[in-house]
């Protein structure tokens, strides 16, 4: 198995959006904001290869919506997810499976694209879409709260292509262990329902990939929940029994959004889970 960070671009999001009820004055630390409270944040996915699949955690946003809707998230910065796999020696028509922790269109809209004709199509023709029902049922039939975040060109297409493909979701627990991709998952319904935050074993280490769990380093502290997530107090609750295990057993976590940080760990501290170090990727994993 080797692994490999994927960018596809930066985006901007609302501060008090980000970090929910703590104020600016407190956030805005490890999140500078510009003039329009807006703060920059990766799109930050991760490449497995495994074999003989080419496995890709998260696309992006993509690039096929309107100029109105990109204005409101201000997408910038050079890179995008072409170039990234090319300098990695890969197509997209190499990658075998395209894993969706959940379905916002941050995380899923550079799965679907136009084709020539100008019809939606997926944008990884050769792979499997992995999503899992409970979470499927959400996004199709979207809450007020989340329909602007569940786009239906992003999502639909996958289903009316062939291609995509179910996770079996633990009944007993929030845990998926040994899947059929090669690594473990878990389940998290705070930000919404049936998150999938993959758990990597790789070089003797487990690589979390934290999706919006743990959006970057300055969520870490309990409080610090996305004024996003549709259940806030779940969140608490599952952030700080992921944090303690993460403490626990010494977890690298993969930051999809952090515009600062690739890795982090944490530790125990007087005041709880905290930050303990950061790292580039191949800081870590050469």
Request: aromatic share 12%.
């Amino acid at each position: 198995m080797k692994l490999h960070t994927v960018h596809t671009g930066k985006f901007k999001l609302d501060g008090g959006g980000m970090f929910g009820v703590v104020p600016k004055s407190l956030w805005s630390r490890t999140n500078p904001a510009d003039e329009n409270n807006m703060c920059p944040w990766a799109m930050r996915s991760l490449l497995i290869e495994d074999g003989n699949r080419l496995i890709l955690i998260d696309t992006g946003m993509g690039d096929k919506q309107s100029d109105k809707f990109f204005s409101f998230y201000y997408p910038h910065g050079e890179e995008n997810i072409d170039d990234s796999l090319k300098k990695l020696g890969f197509h997209r028509d190499d990658i075998t499976d395209v894993f969706l922790t959940h379905l916002h269109f941050d995380h899923v809209g550079g799965a679907i694209k136009y084709d020539k004709n100008g019809n939606l199509v997926p944008a990884f023709k050769n792979a499997r879409f992995w999503s899992n029902a409970d979470h499927w049922q959400w996004a199709t039939k979207p809450n007020a709260r989340e329909k602007a975040s569940f786009l239906t060109e992003n999502i639909i297409p996958m289903q009316e292509s062939g291609q995509l493909e179910f996770l079996d979701t633990p009944k007993n627990s929030d845990f998926s262990i040994n899947t059929s991709l090669g690594f473990d998952v878990l389940f998290a319904d705070g930000h919404t329902d049936k998150q999938m935050i993959p758990h990597i074993n790789y070089k003797g280490k487990t690589l979390v990939f934290m999706a919006d769990l743990l959006p970057s380093t300055g969520h870490i502290p309990l409080p610090y929940v996305m004024g996003y997530d549709t259940r806030p107090l779940l969140t608490l609750n599952e952030k700080e029994k992921f944090l303690k295990k993460a403490a626990d057993e010494n977890f690298v976590l993969f930051l999809e959004h952090d515009a600062y940080n690739e890795l982090c760990t944490v530790k125990h501290t007087e005041k709880g889970v905290r930050l303990d170090e950061t790292f580039a990727f191949r800081e870590v994993f050469g």
